[in-house]
């Protein structure tokens, strides 16, 4: 490089002399230029072209003249290219020229270009990701009639070629992708914006905003609609997507394809888990999307949609209601348009309810999507059966048993009428129907299903399987509720052993849930030190794992409940204080779970005296399991009931701790443990987990 960089310093000066009208190196040294390089100075372009001078390092163009004396082959074009990115870094601000002169090198390359299609598809390059043009891409330039002349015989592949011996593109020697140089990208820009190619290119290829816009289709024509199934296919082409967006905004392009790739990159983020970045990513499609058809052209329901799902899955549940209630206006205000789309905005309503712990409203939406996916001319039973079995969801959350397996079973009934059966949606509610029969104490029923479910998921997914490991998990709620306590540690064990297996990806969440179950079988034998051992080892794996907060919650609690009933109140009420804050920032004050943890802490308040503060306790606790669920609803009942009967007990202290002996379990009904010992529903597992 070393005589590269001397050679371009040589000429840099003799062009500087040749400036000034006085004598050069070359002149001062008795070395007189030769009769090329003279003859060269005063060529044209066309004549400057032909003329060759031997150097093995790199191409001597003449800055002095815009233009230059080339040597071009594939190895000194790209010497002169990366050359050129050299000097822009280092040697530009010294020797100007250097820069110059390399730049020409690269032009006149570029207008030795005879092929129009080699022309279009360098055009197209240049508003790409520079560093990696993974073959999908490209090779969908191949595909794109419209970029191609009609009579041309040359395809893409050859049209490569010919860029890639030019040295103006290279390709990976593993793969298929190709990659442009900068250099080469921000001279063809140059070349294309000032106009040089009119005699090539039609008046719209002219245009950045074009090829931006080529681009941006070439890439959204490739990109993976589904990123569930195709993953690792769209983390490669996330690199182009956002370089090609980043080019739109600066140019301020704003077309329907770069909406969609903003769309396609969101579901990606979300489905990964960056649903700060998808955010950005929703809004930004939005925007566009706002800019070319207004604020509510239904096109933006799509997008509304799947970002109010990113919101609810984030826990921020009050923004995906809003969310979804804009999209359902948008929806109301066209009527023309189909209904499944309500149907689906119903669902996710339905969903994000019953997460905020409003069933009711929650119940609501579904019975709507039930209504119109039931009664459209077209009936889709595979969606049918979805809304059945969320009714039975939001049923199921709130203890309504009977309710929850009646929806359960008509989705199955329902779903028997879809021809392509989706087994994993069938084994999921069949699941979901286990965990309600055991809330009804049918657990031999709840049993039977379990185990058919486990024989079909070990035929599909394999022995060792997390999804085999939640049916074992739930079975050991079953056999800890019929009393069988060494098999359901055993179940617990194996289901936590299945998911700390290498080939698995460890879940966290999963692998606390089995722990603290083991605890809560501890707790039912009445061995409150053991229980209190596991479930202080589930608190520290939901701290290590830094995102189940509403695990710890779970943990504080059913730690405080332990240590109720071993009579160390005041430690209690500590851990209890400590996941109502939880609770409180997470699901919000109102939330049915909220209302479970005042409710511990009511309870507690009784057993150290304190009456004044129990009765708020129990009070506040009524109230929002009055307007979550309703005054029916035996949690309501319960806590009415118990106020009474503090207000009977109010001066006898002495009958009250008389009365928590005869009844400890008292201390924990209605609470995440009373769940955890009821079903495996709530927090510790949660319904369908996995499936």
Request: glycine share 6%.
């Amino acid at each position: 490089m070393s005589s590269s960089l001397n050679h371009l310093r040589f000429i840099a000066t003799l062009e500087q002399s040749q400036k000034m009208s006085k004598p050069g190196p070359l002149a001062m040294s008795g070395i007189t230029p030769s009769d090329t390089i003279a003859r060269g100075l005063k060529m044209t372009v066309e004549d400057q072209a032909s003329v060759f001078i031997d150097d093995p390092e790199c191409i001597l163009l003449s800055s002095y003249q815009s233009k230059g004396l080339a040597k071009v082959n594939t190895t000194s074009i790209s010497k002169y290219i990366k050359l050129f990115g050299e000097t822009n870094l280092d040697w530009g601000l010294e020797l100007p020229e250097i820069t110059d002169s390399v730049k020409s090198a690269i032009m006149l390359t570029i207008f030795r270009i005879k092929e129009v299609e080699c022309i279009r598809m360098l055009s197209f390059l240049s508003y790409m990701n520079c560093n990696e043009i993974v073959e999908p891409v490209w090779k969908r330039f191949e595909q794109n009639a419209s970029l191609q002349n009609s009579d041309s015989r040359s395809g893409t592949k050859s049209v490569l070629s010919l860029l890639i011996e030019s040295g103006l593109v290279r390709r990976y020697t593993r793969g298929h992708s190709i990659s442009i140089e900068p250099a080469v990208q921000r001279l063809m820009r140059t070349i294309l914006e000032s106009g040089f190619l009119s005699n090539v290119l039609n008046e719209n290829e002219r245009k950045p905003e074009y090829w931006i816009d080529v681009a941006m289709e070439m890439v959204c024509s490739t990109y993976p609609s589904n990123p569930h199934e195709t993953v690792l296919e769209s983390e490669a082409l996330c690199r182009i997507a956002h370089s090609c967006l980043r080019l739109a905004e600066e140019y301020c392009v704003k077309t329907p394809r770069a909406a969609t790739l903003h769309r396609r990159i969101a579901d990606s983020l979300s489905f990964r888990g960056s649903y700060e970045q998808a955010y950005h990513a929703y809004q930004r499609a939005i925007h566009i999307t706002e800019c070319l058809y207004g604020m509510y052209d239904p096109k933006i329901v799509g997008i509304l949609i799947n970002l109010g799902t990113s919101y609810a899955k984030y826990g921020r549940c009050e923004d995906a209601v809003n969310v979804f209630d804009r999209s359902l206006r948008i929806m109301q205000m066209n009527k023309n348009l189909p209904h499944d789309t309500v149907g689906e905005i119903y669902m996710n309503l339905g969903s994000v309810y019953s997460e905020m712990g409003r069933y009711r409203d929650s119940v609501s939406q579904y019975e709507g999507a039930i209504t119109i996916r039931g009664t459209s001319q077209c009936i889709d039973f595979a969606k049918l059966a979805e809304a059945h079995a969320g009714l039975g969801d939001a049923h199921l959350r709130v203890g309504h048993f009977e309710t929850a397996s009646g929806s359960y079973e008509r989705a199955l009934e329902v779903y028997k009428n879809v021809p392509s059966k989706n087994h994993v949606f069938v084994l999921r509610v069949r699941e979901r129907l286990g965990q309600a029969y055991s809330g009804l104490g049918k657990h031999s029923a709840s049993l039977k299903i379990y185990e058919s479910v486990l024989t079909i998921k070990k035929d599909i997914f394999g022995e060792e399987h997390a999804k085999v490991a939640d049916t074992i998990h739930n079975m050991g709620v079953v056999l800890k509720d019929l009393g069988d306590f060494h098999k359901a540690i055993d179940c617990f064990e194996k289901a936590q052993d299945m998911y700390e297996k290498k080939g698995i990806h460890p879940n966290d969440v999963r692998i606390s849930n089995a722990v603290k179950n083991v605890g809560v079988v501890y707790t039912q034998q009445g061995n409150h030190q053991k229980a209190i051992e596991y479930f202080q080892k589930a608190l520290q794996l939901e701290k290590q794992s830094g995102r189940n907060e509403l695990g710890m919650a779970s943990s504080l609690n059913n730690i405080g409940v332990a240590y109720a009933r071993l009579g160390s109140y005041h430690q209690a009420l500590t851990l209890y204080q400590e996941a109502l804050g939880i609770l409180t920032r997470i699901r919000g004050p109102s939330h049915v779970e909220t209302g479970d943890m005042i409710y511990n802490l009511g309870m507690t308040q009784i057993s150290l005296g304190n009456a004044r503060l129990a009765k708020i306790h129990l009070e506040q606790s009524r109230r929002i399991f009055i307007s979550a669920l309703g005054k029916r609803h035996p949690k309501c009942t319960k806590v009415s009931k118990l106020l009474k009967w503090q207000a009977r007990q109010r001066h006898t202290r002495r009958d009250l701790h008389a009365a928590e002996s005869r009844a400890p379990v008292d201390l924990s009904e209605g609470l995440d443990l009373t769940e955890l010992l009821a079903s495996c529903v709530g927090k510790t597992m949660k319904s369908g987990q996995g499936l």
